[in-house]
């Protein structure tokens, strides 16, 4: 299996990198498993992780219908934050932030997790007294939050437009230091390196096209690559959620699937060193190692399954990143993309048991799930190992719901396109 | 994507604004089944393929609209007023 190390990558180098050997194995799907997990997207690939790491449980196959890092986790502007409002939510993001703290030692492997700090910008004084609130909720959880005053942010952020004849001046801006950027691919295959050293089979190309059952209970699937039995199925494929668990039956869950563009500008020279957040509209960006801009904004704010959105969204955004730095205006886009998001209805996300017996459920990211990769795999692991939640997801059921328990960080009600 | 508004005509879309699935049923307001208005408020089928939904035409005549749409590809299958289309809420 592929090391890293100076060496290496000096003889690799001598080689004409002809000789890297792969780092993951390529096995047969075994007829049976003690957990099958669908979905090798970044939550799948960490569920699969810490079962192995946590809890010994290394009978496992991940199944992802097109190759590793295929949807969202290689598609997301990589931002890592923990800085929420809601009590629920700020426990299991800042539980995150810390497994992110460690990742790269944990995996043996470099996610390029980048601590630059992000910047939520507020343009009015009520956006100023909601963020302060949501800075003192976050110190109150024990995250790390500041208030920088449009003098200290014109400082960290020089290309930024602070003047008072900006269309939207900004008159201060949250700041969470330990907040920041990982690599975004570096975490999937991370992930999967680790897990198939632990003995998981990682199968690609292995879409799942029905459910194996007796009675309610689910006791397999069946796949392009023929049918696997397993004791329990775990379910993690993002956006594709509604449409999979159809083929079981669930015909309605609290989740539309929505289109997120992406884009990425040519490279320049150092321009910004933090992420940056625009609060009159939506939009955020930060620079990558390789010198491009990389920001997104909104929705397309339609149902849509298809991996790409729509010009008025672009326009939109590009309207956004201009107002806030008018020196960019001139730049380049290099490429543009989409994902497709699963939005929940109060804008959290659910990782449970159920909703039929053998089975186990994570969905409902909408735009936050790649700041989430670590806890969501660690609690997830937990709780198909062991029947019963982590303290960390026991408030993110899918019966909250029905029980009135939501947890909508932004008040929006249940507009999945607005969450 | 363009919608073809059957007031104005084909427009482009950022001239509409989308209002989500109109299949929806709400149930009677007398009503106190709980599991009708779990799915009413929350519940979706969120389908990967043809979809009916209401769009409102905000930047043009300002009619509601119920469209079928392919959710994989786009493509504008059906436009009719939403006090025309039978169905969900529109009924
Ligand atoms: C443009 C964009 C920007 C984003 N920016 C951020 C950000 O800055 N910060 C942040 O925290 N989050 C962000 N996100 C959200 C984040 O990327 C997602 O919430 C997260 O990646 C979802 O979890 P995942 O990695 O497991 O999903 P995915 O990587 O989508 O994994 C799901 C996998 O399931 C597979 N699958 C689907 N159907 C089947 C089937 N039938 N059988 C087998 N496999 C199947 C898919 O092929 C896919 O590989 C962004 C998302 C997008 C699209
Ligand atoms: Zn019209």
Known sequence: ?419 | MLIDCPHCGSRDLAEFSYQGDATRARPDLASTDTKAWLDYVYNRPNPAGRHREFWQHAGGCRAHLVVERDTLTHEILTVAFARDAAGGDAA
């Open chain 1, 1 to 419: 299996m592929a090391e890293y190390s100076a060496l290496s990558l000096f003889k690799n180098a001598f080689s004409g990198n002809r000789d890297w050997k792969p780092a993951w194995r390529k096995p047969d799907p075994k007829p049976s498993y003690d957990v099958i997990i669908i979905g090798g997207g970044g939550h799948g690939l960490a569920t699969a992780y810490y079962l192995a790491a946590e809890h010994g449980i290394t009978n496992v196959a991940v199944l992802e219908k097109g190759w590793l890092g295929s949807g969202n986790i290689g598609r997301n502007t990589t931002i890592v934050r923990s800085n929420y409002l809601l009590p629920e939510s700020v426990r299991f993001y800042e539980f995150s932030m810390k497994l992110w703290e460690n990742l790269s030692h944990e995996l043996n492997y470099n996610v390029m997790f980048s601590q630059r700090g992000v910047l939520n910008l507020a343009h009015s004084p009520g956006q100023a007294d909601a963020f302060i609130r949501r800075g003192n909720a976050m110190r109150h959880g024990g995250v790390d939050a500041e208030w920088l005053t449009p003098q200290q942010i014109a400082r960290k952020v020089p290309g930024l437009d602070t003047s008072k004849s900006a269309r939207f001046p900004v008159v201060g801006g949250l700041l969470q230091p330990r907040a920041g950027t990982a690599r975004h691919d570096a975490v999937a295959w991370g992930y999967a390196r680790a897990a198939d050293r632990r003995g998981v089979d990682l199968i690609e190309n292995c879409e799942v096209t029905g459910f194996l059952r007796e009675g309610d209970q689910i006791t397999g699937v069946s796949t392009a690559r023929g049918d696997i039995r397993a004791k329990k199925v775990a379910l993690a494929v993002a956006g594709s959620t509604s449409h999979v668990l159809q083929r079981a039956g669930i015909e309605r869950l609290p989740i539309e699937s929505h289109v997120l563009q992406a884009f990425v500008s040519e490279a320049i020279k150092p321009f910004v060193d933090c992420v940056v957040t625009f609060g009159a509209g939506h939009l955020y960006m930060s620079q990558s190692d390789k010198g491009g801009l990389v920001f997104g904004g909104s929705l397309d704010f339609y149902n849509s399954y298809a991996q790409r959105g729509n010009l008025p969204t672009v326009e939109d955004v590009m309207s956004e990143i201009c107002a806030m730095f008018p020196s960019v205006a001139r730049l380049r886009l290099l490429r543009s993309w989409g994902g497709v998001m699963d939005m929940s209805m109060d804008g959290s996300p659910i990782i449970t048991k159920g909703p039929l017996p053998g089975l186990y459920l994570n969905c409902g990211w909408c735009y936050g799930g790649f700041k989430a990769t670590p806890a969501s795999g660690y609690s997830f692991a937990w709780t198909i190992a062991r029947d019963e939640p982590h303290a960390i997801n026991a408030p993110f059921t899918l019966s909250r719901f029905e029980r009135g328990a939501v947890i909508d960080e932004t008040g929006h009600g249940p507009t999945p396109k607005l969450h």
